[in-house]
């Protein structure tokens, strides 16, 4: 980003108080100011989970930094307008505000979170080191709430030759195509359309949104879907006006033994290679698809990319994965908080040999209108594969009640070596067996 606050201003067509600042990178949270930084602060007004951070000015903060306001100026230097996401989407949309030589990357899908982080590792130089995301529920990535300003963020912050790949939001309706429109990515990676946040969007909406994103894609972009994206979209298709995208195929086979073990083949029309992933990595079979495929698409050289994909996926999995002394291999998949990504993270579990298979089912955060038949969809999908789910909110035939999560620990690691649990979704009781889990593994909560 290159501006000053009064070209931000001028730009905008808003109010400028105090004087002119350069401005090099655009803020939401106030505990990552610095000084000397020339950093914008970016106040929001709207309520929880992010709530009006513009109180926050009514103290010093508003003259360690200028600022975006949707209020009125508290002093220091400030940019008004009547919405921030709005001023922010605009600088973004600027030449000044976004990325030379870089390409740009958009993600669509479950944990594409993971993906995204497999995308910078497979498209970035041979020889840069990857910076991994942590694990475990959505806040320890992004602050709740802050979903809409992460593609003008994420343009407005980038700093370097390295890719940069961007989760496209798709809280609400309109939300991925818009975030798509402005980041006009060179390469597209759709890895599958599976019932995200159904409250706002409904089944039929995830895949009529991935439609209009892929249309609007320019000429030159690559896009790479999983073959089943590929079929989703072909079969509601009426003409032939987008490109023929660039599939992948994934499969995961696992090897019992002293040594158990795992690996993803990924396959496309540019062949196929394997990916080791151990026993416990097989959760991560389409965000590798995709890393690959998109990889294979731009030319990249596969045996390379292989070799660190592999690396990053083993480390990811690594820092989901609890060993409990008395025997049992908890998953935290506290990161899956919809019905789909639940949906997709049983398939993965389903599919790992144990003796015995158990989900920890917190809250969805797809909305109320989600919380009785889906649920009892996941029920119906986890008693088929045999798996017993304890729920923090009971829906469904299927469920036992998550009531006390001191007891549901003991018990669950009571089953002893061979069993295999797994922790996805939200709320407290769900964030106090992760919590107690944690401890019981060693590992730092």
């Not at 606050?5 to 350069?22: M, R, V, W, Y």
């Not at 995308?119 to 020889?127: D, E, K, M, N, Q």
């Amino acid at each position: 980003m290159r501006f000053s606050t009064l070209e931000i201003a001028e730009l905008l067509g808003t109010g400028h108080h105090g004087p002119s600042l350069p401005v090099e990178q655009a803020v939401i949270d106030p505990a990552t100011l610095e000084p000397d930084r020339n950093q914008l602060f970016v106040a929001s007004a709207h309520p929880p989970p992010l709530g009006d951070t513009s109180q926050l000015l009514f103290g010093n903060l508003a003259d360690r930094a200028p600022y975006l306001t949707e209020r009125s100026w508290m002093g220091g230097t400030a940019i008004s307008g009547p919405s921030t996401e709005t001023m922010l989407r605009t600088m973004a949309s600027d030449e000044r505000g976004r990325p030379d030589g870089c390409a740009r990357v958009g993600v669509l899908g479950g944990a594409a979170w993971a993906t995204a982080a497999l995308l910078r590792v497979a498209l970035g130089a041979p020889t840069a080191a990857f910076d991994l995301p942590p694990t475990g529920p959505p806040g320890r990535r992004e602050i709740p709430g802050t979903e809409r300003f992460r593609t003008p963020l994420a343009l407005l912050n980038h700093d370097g030759d390295e890719p940069l790949v961007v989760e496209l939001n798709r809280r609400h309706r309109g939300c991925s195509v818009a975030d798509g429109a402005l980041l006009a990515p060179n390469i597209m990676v759709v890895t599958d359309l599976g019932d995200h946040h159904l409250a706002t969007l409904g089944t039929p909406r995830v895949t009529a949104e991935a439609d209009s994103l892929i249309r609007q894609l320019g000429a030159d972009t690559a896009l790479v879907v999983s073959e089943a994206v590929a079929e989703t979209l072909s079969d509601g298709a009426d003409d032939d006006e987008t490109a023929a995208p660039a599939t992948f195929r994934v499969a995961t086979t696992h090897t019992q033994g002293p040594t158990p073990g795992g690996e993803v083949r990924v396959s496309g029309a540019w062949g196929s290679l394997e990916v080791e992933v151990g026993p416990d990595g097989g959760w991560l079979g389409l965000p590798i698809g995709g890393a690959i495929a998109a990889a294979a698409a731009t030319g990249r050289n596969l045996d390379e990319v292989r070799e660190r994909v592999a690396s990053a996926a083993r480390a990811l999995t690594d820092s989901i994965v609890m060993n409990l002394p008395e025997g049992p291999v908890v998953w935290d998949r506290s990161d899956a908080t919809s019905v789909g990504e639940v949906s997709v993270a049983l398939e993965a579990l389903a599919a790992r040999p144990a003796q015995a298979r158990f989900l920890v089912l917190g809250a969805m955060d797809d909305g109320p209108t989600a919380t009785g038949r889906q649920h009892a969809r996941l029920a119906q999908q986890a008693t088929k594969a045999g798996i017993v789910v304890r729920s923090a909110d009971a829906w469904g035939a299927g469920f036992e009640y998550l009531e006390h999560p001191r007891q549901a620990v003991d018990d669950l690691a009571a089953t002893g070596p061979g069993a295999v649990v797994m922790l996805t979704g939200t709320s407290s009781d769900l964030l106090s067996v992760r919590h107690r889990f944690l401890a019981r593994a060693g590992r730092a909560t």
